[in-house]
Nanobody, 124 residues
Framework: QLQLVESGGGLVQPGGSLRLSCAAS?????????VSWFRQASGKEREAVSC????????TYADSVKGRFTISRDVATNTVYLEVNSLKPEDTAVYYC????????????????WGQGTQVTVSS
């Protein structure tokens, strides 16, 4: 079964950057997948941040992160990245990667697989 493992989180100052990684394994290469990043701040609902569609080769971004975050993939290592730039305190959250078949959606309920999350803290 498909497994996702996030890494790359940490403590960063406002305006700083990180690159989050989501390593995938155990997937069926016959299927088309969309891999998303979600985040959940303390006391808040989990929200969609970005998504990349393997078959469609397109990306999506939440309005709050457009122009600051970049999602990409490394086919050779089955890894999806989220480069988070110009970080703000409000970006502080646990960041999760998720996967589903077919196209990107922002609905948490439609994601078939989840990673364990990686903490991003933006603070001076």
């Amino acid at each position: 079964q498909l497994q996702l493992v996030e890494s790359g989180g940490g403590l960063v100052q406002p305006g700083g950057s990180l690159r989050l990684s989501c390593a995938a394994s155990g997937f069926n290469s016959r299927y088309y997948y969309a891999v998303s990043w979600f985040r959940q701040a303390s006391g808040k609902e989990r929200e969609a941040v970005s998504c990349i569609s393997v078959v469609g080769d397109y990306t999506t971004y939440a309005d709050s992160v457009k122009g600051r975050f970049t999602i990409s993939r490394d086919v050779a290592t089955n890894t999806v990245y989220l480069e988070v730039n110009s970080l703000k305190p409000e970006d502080t959250a646990v960041y999760y990667c998720a996967a589903k078949t077919y196209d990107c959606t922002a609905d948490t309920r439609q994601q078939n697989y989840w990673g364990q999350g990686t903490q991003v803290t933006v603070s001076s």
